[in-house]
């Protein structure tokens, strides 16, 4: 068990540009899952997979974010046309099927958009 | 929807003292689980324990145990003999039983800073 590994650490970029983070799940972890967490907040979910279906996306996923899982392996999470408002710490948490299955996180991708 | 209410923004115990973070829950579900996570300062999101709604029985790991209250939907977590590493946000999250069986999203608080003193 390697833990979920996220990359980058941080990223600074500037309002406009895109961005893509990758998440690496734990093997054989079928369920992938997408949260945003601001500052003093909890996590908020974003978007889960279960091998490569996305099965949910939260309203906050606006159309500037995209998600993919295309080998129901690693993952990607892309922001078009970053914003100030999209600075945030960008979480990946992984889990096996069955219920309940506690959720492992990785160390997020913290955004800073200038 | 579900909501997840944490009352306490932050709260400090001394070392080897007794704590007690509160957590109420707002859902319309019979089946789900409660979770309390821990995030250091690494970030890192760590499980330190879990609950499953149809266990009347209180969940304890070690030094950590909670008072889950079904219906006063409340999920508190104790945590005995504080040590410094425990200093931590500490999370409280829902996730409902889905209609396949398996595990769907956790619906977070919003933390409870913890601080452990000498």
């Known amino acids: 068990d390697t833990g979920v590994s996220q990359d980058p650490r941080h990223k600074i970029t500037k309002r406009g540009q895109n961005v893509t983070f990758r998440c690496d799940p734990i093997?054989?972890?079928?369920?992938l899952y997408w949260y945003r967490q601001t500052l003093g907040q909890g996590p908020e979910f974003l978007t889960y997979f279960q091998n490569e279906a996305q099965l949910e996306k939260s309203r906050l996923l606006s159309d500037r974010f995209s998600a993919e899982r295309p080998k129901g392996s690693f993952s990607t999470l892309e922001i078009q046309r970053t914003e100030q408002g999209d600075s945030a710490m960008y979480l990946c948490?992984?889990?096996?099927?069955?219920?309940?299955?506690?959720?492992?996180f990785g160390n997020g991708t913290r955004l800073t958009v200038t | 929807a579900q909501t997840v209410t944490q009352s306490q923004p932050e709260m400090s115990v001394q070392e080897a003292e007794t704590v007690t973070l509160s957590c109420t829950y707002d859902t319309s579900e019979n089946n789900y689980y409660l979770f309390w996570y821990k995030q250091p300062p690494s970030r890192q999101m760590i499980l330190v324990i879990r609950?499953?709604?149809?266990?009347?029985q209180n969940a304890t790991e070690n030094r950590f145990s909670v008072n889950f209250q079904k219906a006063a939907k409340s999920f508190s977590l104790k945590i005995s003999d504080s040590q410094l590493g425990d200093t931590a946000m500490y999370f409280c999250?829902?996730?409902?039983?889905?209609?396949?069986?398996?595990?769907?999203?956790?619906?977070f608080g919003t933390g409870t800073r913890l601080q452990v003193t000498l």
């Open positions: 093997s054989e972890h079928n369920r």
């Open positions: 948490a992984s889990s096996p099927l069955g219920a309940p299955r506690p959720l492992h």
């Open positions: 999250a829902f996730m409902k039983h889905d209609t396949t069986g398996t595990a769907s999203k956790l619906t």
């Open positions: 609950q499953e709604a149809y266990k009347q």
